[in-house]
């Protein structure tokens, strides 16, 4: 029973050493009465002496109570020191330009934008369905075809030793009750609050965004890695 504890102690010791993920900084500034705005700054290095690579999204953010098979940085929110699993108060952003459209109070405004940012994004689908095509790919299923080259577009790459810089945008709403099912939360302006990002790496699940052959390469390949890696924590800034 020692030997496989320090089996496994040996395993896990193995892969949080493969790469560094830390947070560096935190800027907040209110950006209205309603919202404010938070500049994370974090790196991930490569502490090994081999290329590696991973599946990542990552200038955006999701809670850790909705991360399952997510490619964004998961995080977690540490009130006085207790992690609270609540579904906030940070959301990730699916487009760029999600801030853009939340942000106008005017109707017709709003609507227009809207029209464009679908039209924007409806060549950018039918521009990668006919780029896989007029590469030889053998699909026929246009959904599958753009989740496919979607999450091949989403593989970061460190050479031996190298850190990549990276920052998520996101805001809050300033809102402090929050209510998921049975639970509930608030972010009192007196307590202390830190957060934490975790990469929760994967690739042995990507069967069905992938093709037999891009499977079965990915997969065999060691320097493709696939894993749980979490950052130091900080305090973030949830007063008045």
Do not use: C
């Not at 320090?6 to 560096?24: C, G, Y």
């Not at 942000?103 to 405004?109: A, I, K, V, Y």
């Amino acid at each position: 029973m020692r030997i496989i504890y320090s089996l496994l102690f040996l395993i896990s010791f193995t892969v949080s050493a493969q790469i560094e993920l830390k947070i560096d900084s935190i800027i907040s500034n209110d950006i209205s009465p309603k919202k404010r705005k938070f500049e994370i700054k974090y790196h991930i290095k490569n502490l090994t002496s081999n290329p590696i690579s991973f599946f990542l999204i990552p200038n955006s953010l999701i809670a850790h109570s909705a991360s399952s098979l997510t490619l964004f940085p998961v995080y977690k929110i540490y009130q006085n020191g207790i992690f609270e699993d609540v579904d906030g108060p940070f959301y990730e952003r699916q487009f760029k330009e999600q801030e853009q459209i939340e942000d106008l109070n005017d109707t017709e405004q709003r609507k227009k934008l809207i029209e464009e940012i679908s039209k924007k994004y409806t060549l950018e689908y039918k521009s990668i369905i006919e780029a896989y095509k007029n590469n030889g790919g053998t699909s026929t299923d246009d959904a599958w075809i753009y989740k496919n080259q979607k999450l091949l577009q989403h593989i970061v790459t460190l050479k031996p030793n190298e850190t990549k810089d990276f920052i998520i945008e996101t805001n809050w709403n300033k809102e402090r009750y929050y209510k998921i099912d049975d639970n509930e939360y608030y972010l009192d302006e007196k307590d202390k609050f830190e957060i934490e990002l975790s990469l929760f790496l994967d690739k042995s699940n990507r069967k069905n965004s992938l093709s037999p052959e891009e499977f079965t390469k990915i997969n065999t390949d060691e320097n493709f890695i696939q894993g749980t890696f979490t950052s130091n924590k900080m305090e973030i800034n949830f007063k008045e």
